[in-house]
């Protein structure tokens, strides 16, 4: 699939439960994310569904129920859109769904089941994999590795180290309030280490350092061609933020933190020279 | 009453809050930067007498009381525990009744019928819409015979039963009405409710058959007959509980319901029905979330506002008139798939409110509903749950317990205002339906709706077991399941009974019911010589459906 094409997604509440919060949260988060989300309202037949899913021209049809029919209804318009010759439009449910079900539901052709509590990066994620769809590359927005940032208690010690001990000159030193770090710079080649030292005990690094029970790498930094774009690409892809927007850091940059848990525990960071 | 004047107070706090309190946040840094109920409203750290506006009198009366903050009765549960009342019903009539007589068995003091999504909106089982949902969220109940099964050695003069039914509450109710009938069971010995809130299903439920005006209508002529006839019988329970399940706030809840309760009284005066004699029976209905102190604050808000509504705007002269009774339910989306025993918790917590608050009678949820419907075994933790808070926690044996509080004081009064100032727009665009049909009150719900579930995701809002405290194996619960085979067994049961009954008179008896829906009539007397000839609901519903019309949902999002 294009990459440029909005993904087009039919939400719908097949049957005669009338419960739609979970629908239309879903329906509003994925069109947050920048899909085509159109979404049919309470008590639609399977038919119906499926004829709306050919008119609206959809990837994928998301369904939803809560009144316990979904055994019944979900295969019916598996059913329905593949008559039509659309069965190559992936079909995914959720709702109240008891785990047992979910292997006859996905033997009937329901690509997947979500049960509440799931969080929408699952599903996003989800439907990109189901469409395969070739997001812009993150390396296409990465130029380089910018830094890595090694947090050390006292900053004298780390210049100490780095300039006498190993021999790198040290670019500069700098406080970034917001951060509530001060920083030393050296250049390594292409790249830099970064040196933080925390200014106040509720810094983030300092914090960090208590975790970490000591000094040590606090996270890769990558300088991007449009950071806005790159954070974008990111959360389509499921990754979760840390900063939705990016802010002033350390040279003026624009930088944004990617959230740990989505990067294998390495605080990755995005910035871009302005 | 205060010795120290209010300018000292204000000065010592203003010292406090510049160089105690902010001076130790700074060396030890808040959990978070701002605290957020689940409604959105931020708490401050402390309350003190500078938040509360206080004239007691005024604003909190005594119990049984104008203006009712503290409680509809003068001694409360000291007097008799609230009814618990277990929301139950699944499969067919035989395996409800099953269920009821054991929940009666285990000291359960009213039944709650829940019904099937066919039934709720009209449909026989035989219907090709209700394929699928045959008994799936209640019971089924398609003619007389059904409803005869369901109550089968329950003698309707020692329960209360309140019913989860609303478009066709007429309808329901006119089949009670029947059974007791031939139980020996005189109309006016009937005591119960039925939901018959249409304007929430508008809003949030979805279980709407006709158009406003009709559906108005019907639920008009439904206060008018019980009036009259069936005197103990709560002709409505107007629902916020929906409305906040679909994600609105709590202030959103009050709100919009006391609006669609405005919008009754309207109705029922213009059709010329007396308002002290219909007001007393109203009843409402409604959720209790997470958050124990703002809902406890809510339940007070709401009975001040409806009182004051009463008396202001409507002018009733009785007290029972301005009495907000309510059912409450523990919040169903509160509870999670995940890890579901933690739900045991939630729900003791919720029951807890709910009885601060003062309600009248409650269902707590079971464990296993964000999974299926509940098991024999969860629903009895659910009832003992209950039973536990009424008879060992000391919780019911004071009245108000938690007035004075300056927090709960605070939260009230915010709650009562931001209430009065939906109803105000509201009453601005033209009363509830017109609300409705704009939009406006979904939309409002949608938003607060996202927004909490977007503070889950962004993990602002911790749900243990879900974005926290997570557990990798999960242990499998035991499941209720409904056996597809009763979608079978309730078609043929009602084709016997349409070859059974006398066909000529049941055609008759919708002909003359067609006819009144085209005039003006009270329906409910031909609904019941209806429903005694064994017409099905089904064809009841139609009957109505071809004079009244459908309503068809404005999509929102």
């Given at each position: 699939m294009l990459k440029d094409k909005k993904i087009r997604v039919l939400i719908a509440k097949p049957g005669l439960?009338?419960?739609?919060r979970g629908a239309k949260y879903v329906a509003k988060a994925l069109a947050d994310h920048g899909m085509e989300v159109i979404y049919t309202g309470i008590r639609q037949t399977p038919e119906s569904i499926a004829n709306t899913a050919l008119q609206e021209d959809v990837d994928i049809v998301g369904l939803s129920c809560l009144s316990g029919a979904h055994n019944s209804l979900f295969p019916k318009v598996v059913e329905e859109l593949k008559n039509k010759k659309a069965g190559d439009i992936v079909v995914f449910g959720g709702g109240v769904i008891p785990k047992d079900d979910i292997p006859f539901l996905k033997k009937a052709g329901i690509s997947e089941v979500f049960t509440p509590g799931t969080p929408i990066r699952t599903i996003t994620s989800f439907i990109y994999k189901a469409l395969n769809i070739e997001t812009a590359p993150a390396e296409q927005f990465i130029k380089k590795l910018d830094h890595i940032g090694v947090a050390v208690t006292s900053l004298d010690e780390g210049i100490k180290l780095y300039a006498?001990?190993?021999?790198l000159a040290l670019g500069g030193v700098e406080e970034v309030p917001e951060q509530k770090v001060k920083v030393a710079f050296f250049k390594v080649g292409d790249t830099n280490i970064e040196l933080l030292e925390p200014t106040s005990p509720d810094s983030p690094v300092a914090k960090f350092m208590e975790k970490n029970q000591g000094p040590g790498i606090h996270h890769v930094a990558y300088e991007v061609t449009n950071i806005e774009k790159a954070l974008e690409a990111a959360k389509a892809r499921g990754m979760r933020l840390i900063d939705e927007k990016p802010r002033t850091g350390a040279h003026g940059k624009k930088i944004a933190f990617l959230h740990p848990a989505s990067t294998m525990k390495v605080l990755t960071e995005y910035c871009q020279s302005c | 009453m205060l010795k120290m004047s209010k300018n000292e107070l204000k000065n010592q706090y203003q010292h406090w809050f510049e160089k105690v309190y902010k001076k130790s946040i700074d060396k030890f840094p808040e959990r978070c930067k701002t605290f957020k109920t689940p409604s959105g409203a931020e708490v401050n750290p402390i309350y003190t007498p500078l938040d509360n506006d206080f004239d007691y009198l005024e604003k909190l009366g005594l119990p049984g009381e104008y203006p009712f903050t503290r409680g509809v009765q003068p001694n409360m549960y000291r007097g008799r525990f609230w009814t618990m009342r277990q929301y139950a019903g699944f499969g067919n009539a035989e395996e409800s009744n099953k269920r009821y007589k054991y929940l009666l068995a285990q000291g359960q003091t009213g039944l709650s019928i829940a019904f099937d999504l066919p039934t709720q909106i009209g449909y026989d089982s035989d219907h090709s819409l209700a394929s699928g949902e045959v008994g799936k969220v209640g019971v089924a109940i398609d003619t007389l015979a059904d409803m005869e099964t369901l109550f089968a050695g329950i003698p309707l003069n020692k329960v209360s039963t309140s019913m989860t039914i609303n478009a066709p509450a007429s309808v329901l109710l006119a089949m009670y009405i029947a059974v007791g009938e031939k139980q020996g069971v005189a109309r006016k010995d009937l005591e119960g409710t039925i939901q018959n809130d249409i304007l929430k299903e508008y809003i949030a439920r979805g279980t709407y058959i006709f158009p406003p005006k009709p559906s108005l209508r019907l639920i008009t002529d439904i206060f008018d007959f019980c009036t009259r006839e069936?005197?103990?019988?709560?002709?409505?329970?107007?629902?916020?509980y929906h409305i906040r399940e679909a994600g609105s706030t709590a202030a959103q809840e009050v709100g919009f319901t006391l609006a669609d309760a405005i919008c009754y009284v309207e109705a029922a005066l213009k059709k010329g029905l007396k308002l002290d004699e219909f007001a007393a029976r109203l009843s409402f209905f409604f959720n209790a979330h997470n958050d124990i102190l703002e809902e406890v604050a809510k339940f007070r808000a709401a009975r001040r506002l409806w009182a004051k509504i009463m008396r202001d705007r409507f002018g009733a002269k009785e007290k029972k008139s301005m009495m907000l009774r309510f059912h409450t339910q523990t919040a169903g989306s509160t509870l999670t798939a995940q890890q579901p025993d933690n739900n045991i918790m939630r729900v003791a917590y919720q029951a807890l409110a709910s009885v601060l608050g003062g309600t009248q009678s409650l269902h707590t949820n079971s464990r296993d509903e964000a999974l299926a419907l509940p098991t024999e075994h969860s629903v009895t933790i659910a009832l003992r749950t209950q039973q536990i808070l009424a008879?060992?926690?000391?919780?019911?044996?004071?009245?108000?317990?938690?007035?004075?509080?300056y927090y709960i004081e605070a939260a009230t009064d915010r709650i009562e205002k931001e209430a009065m100032e939906y109803i105000e727009k509201i009453d601005q665009m033209g009363g509830m339906t017109a609300a409705i049909e704009a939009g406006y009150v979904q939309k409002n719900i949608q938003e607060a709706s996202y927004n909490y579930m977007q503070s889950i995701e962004k993990n602002e809002r911790v749900i243990v077991g879900v974005n926290k405290f997570e557990a990798k194996e999960e242990t499998p619960i035991p499941l209720l399941r409904v056996d597809p085979i009763i979608e079978k067994n309730q078609t043929e049961k009602l084709n016997k009974v349409k070859a059974s009954r006398n066909n000529d008179k049941v055609k008759a008896s919708l002909k003359v019911l067609q006819n009144a829906a085209s005039g003006s009539d009270n329906l409910m007397p031909h609904i019941i010589d209806c429903v005694k000839e064994y017409a099905s609901l089904g064809e009841i519903c139609d009957t109505l459906r071809g004079v009244f019309g459908e309503y068809k949902e404005n999509v929102v999002i």
């Open positions: 439960d009338g419960h739609d006498e001990g190993m021999g | 069936v005197p103990k019988w709560n002709t409505i329970s107007i629902s916020g008879y060992e926690s000391g919780a019911a044996d004071q009245v108000d317990p938690l007035a004075g509080s």
